[in-house]
């Protein structure tokens, strides 16, 4: 079975704060993606990346950067976290134009 | 062109009843269209996909029907059950780049 891992399912921080999310998966997928949810806002693309150390911008990247070292690895930074980036965050995988695996999120609150 | 819209934004069925969940798309280019669903406290799952040579597509209860002329695709549950009860969210791809999700629909089966 696939499995996509993030490193906390709730984060509580402070504004100004760096924030680092984690997301580990375990098939060897080229492709990774972060999102943010937000109710009635559907699915947002923050950053993707096709390989490692390649990253490429979604929809929403403004306040946010991204790292990819490692293949299994790709990590999301809020480099000073405001109240508007409370959200849940979403890490999902793929191979090539295949099915998107999804992590379990993590609930970020920014005070 | 890259949107896709998705309706209703919440549905209330009844168990035993059909839901309907429908989404257009502007860009001809696209060749995949799954449809996720997603558990409270859960990621999106893959629950089916149709690719645009086929009009319909059957997995138990769950059927994609696909209007390629309309630019339309929509997701049927039938017999809804209780258990059916989360956010669906359709998207559609173009190659080896990211998904485009509709904004969801919260569905209710209501016993």
């Known amino acids: 079975d696939v499995k996509v891992t993030q490193s906390s399912r709730y984060l509580v921080k402070r504004t100004g704060e760096k924030v680092f999310l984690e997301c580990v998966q375990d098939?060897?997928?080229?492709?990774m993606f972060w999102y943010r949810q937000d109710p009635g806002l559907g699915l947002r693309l923050i950053y993707f990346?096709?390989?490692?150390?390649?990253?490429e911008k979604g929809d929403i990247p403004e306040g946010y950067s991204v790292s990819r070292e490692k293949k299994e690895r790709f990590s999301l930074i809020l480099e000073s976290a405001s109240t508007n980036q409370t959200s849940m965050y979403l890490c999902?995988?793929?191979?090539?134009?295949?099915?998107?695996?999804f992590g379990p999120g993590t609930r970020l609150t920014v005070l | 062109q890259q949107q896709v819209k998705q309706s209703p934004q919440s549905l209330i069925v009844q168990k035993g009843g059909i839901s309907i969940i429908n989404c257009a798309y502007e860009n001809t280019a696209f060749d995949y269209f799954p449809w996720y669903q997603q558990f409270p406290g859960k990621g999106p799952a893959l629950l089916i996909a149709?690719?645009?040579?086929?009009s319909e597509k059957k997995e138990g209860r769950f059927t994609i029907s696909f209007n390629k002329s309309a630019k339309q695709f929509s997701l049927h549950i039938m017999d809804s059950q209780p258990g059916d009860s989360a956010t669906y969210f359709c998207?559609?791809?173009?190659?080896?780049?990211?998904?485009?999700f509709g904004k969801g629909t919260r569905l209710s089966v209501i016993a």
């Open positions: 990346s096709y390989d490692v150390k390649m990253k």
């Open positions: 998207a559609a791809e173009v190659g080896n780049t990211p998904l485009v």
């Open positions: 098939m060897d997928h080229e492709n």
């Open positions: 999902a995988s793929s191979l090539a134009g295949i099915e998107q695996f």
């Open positions: 149709i690719r645009p040579d086929v």
